[in-house]
């Protein structure tokens, strides 16, 4: 969400699922914004496998743009449109614990720095945030249980936040309609697929969209019934269940 257009696309789309009677969860990253915020203090961005990877140096630059600034910018606007969204930052807390993580890239697994996966969830503090009709704010930056700070995939975040909350279904949002079996081929949108057929397509998906794509088999893989890929909030995008 990099313009104003995509953002209100956004803020709409969760009020249409809480008028349907959803109690949301939002998990946000931050790609484009980290991207400008490493570049503005100097530190050369690099990605492996499709993920980010994370110096010392980087992850604390990480962890206020996701928090002081997508974060925020995400409450206000949404509280601005009338839905009770709370700022909920994953290193704060306890709310999200992660382990130091590898990436297969080329097959091979790799050091990418501070990338954590996230192995625990404090239920509870999301649960008592949506018991009292709040829309909770979710950033992916986590702490180990010894406090180091880690970068956290928005997507792998996602599924394990999902899994935790026993959620009905999992919307994950990006920049494209769904998924496709031939991009750039505008005309080979899936619409409804299992996780045995997006595991065979898998590695013919572009880079940028296999974390994504690992997310959803790992949520459907966690008990979550169907996972939604989509472009925007109120489309049908692509479905994939068990």
């Known amino acids: 969400m990099v313009d104003a257009h995509a953002l209100q696309a956004f803020v709409s789309g ?49 962890r206020d743009v996701l928090v002081n ?29 992660a382990e130091h993580r ?15 996966e996230v192995v625990a969830v404090a239920v ?19 702490r180990a249980a010894d406090g180091q700070l880690f970068n956290v995939n928005a ?9 935790a909350l026993e959620a009905s279904e999992m919307i994950m949002l990006t920049d494209v309609p769904g998924v496709y079996a031939n991009w750039p081929d505008r005309d080979s949108l899936i619409t409804k697929m299992t996780a045995a057929e997006l595991t065979v397509l898998l590695p013919k998906l572009e880079t940028g969209m296999v974390p994504k794509m690992e997310a959803c088999l790992r949520a459907i893989a966690g008990g979550i019934p169907l996972v939604r890929v989509v472009g925007n909030l109120t489309d049908q995008g692509t479905q994939v269940i068990a």
Do not use: C, W
Not at 19 to 40: D, E, F, M
Not at 102 to 116: H, S
């Open 69 to 97: 600034q997508v974060n925020r910018e995400l409450v206000q606007h949404l509280n601005a449109s009338e839905v009770s969204a709370v700022s909920m930052p994953g290193d704060v807390d306890g709310l999200l614990t």
């Open 102 to 116: 590898t990436v297969l890239v080329d097959g091979v697994p790799t050091d990418i720095g501070l990338v954590g």
């Open 124 to 142: 509870d503090q999301i649960n008592d945030a949506v018991a009292g009709a709040q829309v909770p704010v979710i950033s992916t930056a986590a």
């Open 14 to 62: 969760v009020k249409d699922l809480i008028s349907a009677g959803a109690k949301p969860v939002v998990v946000h990253g931050g790609g484009p914004q980290i991207s400008a915020g490493l570049k503005a203090a100097g530190i050369v961005s690099e990605f492996k496998g499709g993920y980010r990877v994370t110096t010392s140096e980087a992850v604390t630059v990480v």
């Open 155 to 163: 997507d792998t975040a996602t599924s394990a936040v999902a899994i």
